[in-house]
């Protein structure tokens, strides 16, 4: 009689999808891959720009010859947001439109790299993600992970053909709910993901590292920061706080060489240390106090893990799907949220004022963000659970 053994089960294949429109999705899906390497996990990561898979049905490439993301990306450089609520259901049309060949596109990338799990990091393509991964992949989980503290309905982040979904607020979670997805396929976790790189400790003291960088030790510092591409907007706030005697400021401006150079030119009287583009952003937050920049919920997640109270602006310019964030901001109380940067000044003057400052460091030590090292437990799960997933092959033992 035969007998059969259990097979090693190969490393299980994972596709991240991810793009590069804002940044923060690529930043996500690496952060995840940092943390599962970290704990040891035998998946073999992979991840997935959609932007090049799909760059031969750019529409926005076709007719002007820049990408879609590209497009985004100076909008946000350029402040070109207003009335960017009224233009994301014409890109949901132009989605909806493109349907069919990007789910074929999907599909036949699928069949050339597959995997047992696709976790899509990203918004508005989730359903012809879901499709082709259920068409070309039918035993392989679909799973979406919210990058933002909230959906922005309709045909954002979540879809009806949302098979799992991974939500960092309690907003998210209820919205999932709402739409009908099981409870048991919504899974929530305590913020959104963070680079591992910003739970790590700081052996050198605070004051040395601000004085290597010609700063005061002492001083009350502010880290003006706008994501990867800078913003315009930057020179007038150095310009209006440049007043501020108690105040040293640091300006993270990103690949914008020109809003750096523009910053170099201002004959600055308080200390100021300025810096392009770093992957150490956790450094620059480990020496400030609070940060102003805008409500995006990678830098506002990475500021509230290093303690800072963050200031930000929600107005028309606002992207819509990130006004939720300046809310939240508000109701938590962990920071000042304005409807215009002209009001800069007397509100950073306001933190001067020690008191006020720890009542909002109170709140945001309140906070407790582990959701890089919670969300590799929750894949863990659904790959073991996974009603479609193939079973231990058995062989016969020699």
């Known amino acids: 009689m035969t007998r059969r053994v259990k097979a090693p089960v190969a490393a299980p294949k994972i596709t991240f999808v991810y793009f590069d429109a804002g940044g923060g999705h690529r930043a996500a899906a690496e952060a995840l891959r940092s943390a599962i390497s970290g704990a040891h996990r035998p998946w073999e990561i992979t991840c997935l720009n959609l932007q090049e898979l799909l760059d031969e049905i750019d529409l926005s490439r076709k007719l002007t010859g820049v990408r879609l993301q590209d497009v985004y990306n100076a909008m946000l450089e350029k402040r070109w947001t207003l009335g960017a609520a009224q233009l994301l259901p014409i890109f949901h049309a132009a989605i909806r439109l493109y349907h069919r060949p990007i789910v074929r596109l999907l599909e036949r990338h699928w069949r050339e790299a597959p995997a047992e799990m696709v976790v899509s990091l990203i918004p508005n393509f989730n359903r012809a993600l879901a499709e082709s991964a259920r068409n070309a992949l039918p035993s392989a989980p679909f799973v979406t992970i919210l990058t933002d503290l909230a959906d922005y309905p309709p045909h954002c982040w979540i879809e009806a053909e949302s098979e799992y979904l991974i939500c960092g607020t309690e907003r998210a979670e209820r919205q999932a709910l709402e739409m009908g997805h099981p409870p048991e396929r919504v899974f929530r976790t305590s913020g959104m993901i963070l680079n591992p790189a910003f739970y790590a400790e700081t052996a050198e003291e605070r004051p040395r ?28 706030i150095a310009r209006r706080l440049n007043s501020l005697a108690s105040l040293q400021l640091i300006f993270i401006c990103g690949r914008n060489q020109e809003i750096q150079a523009r910053l170099q030119q201002i004959p600055f009287r308080i200390p100021v240390y300025i810096e392009g583009f770093t992957e150490r952003v956790q450094d620059y937050m480990s020496i400030s106090d609070f940060l102003i920049g805008k409500p995006g919920p990678g830098s506002v997640s990475e500021a509230l893990q290093m303690g800072l109270p963050v200031i930000v602006e929600r107005n028309a310019w606002t992207l819509p799907q990130e006004r ?9 109380e962990i920071g000042i949220v304005l409807t215009n940067f002209r009001q800069i000044a007397p509100t950073v003057e306001r933190l001067t004022d020690p008191a006020e400052l720890e009542r909002y460091r109170a709140k945001v030590r309140a906070l407790e963000n582990r959701a890089v090292f919670e969300i590799p437990e929750i894949l863990a799960g659904i790959l073991q659970n996974n009603p479609r997933g193939s079973a231990m092959q058995e062989q016969p033992a020699p």
């Open 324 to 332: 939720f964030n300046a809310d939240w901001i508000q109701k938590m």
């Open 209 to 236: 590292r601000r004085e290597s960088l010609g700063l005061d030790a002492s001083r009350l510092t502010g880290l003006v920061m706008f994501g990867g591409h800078g913003a315009r907007v930057m020179p007038a």
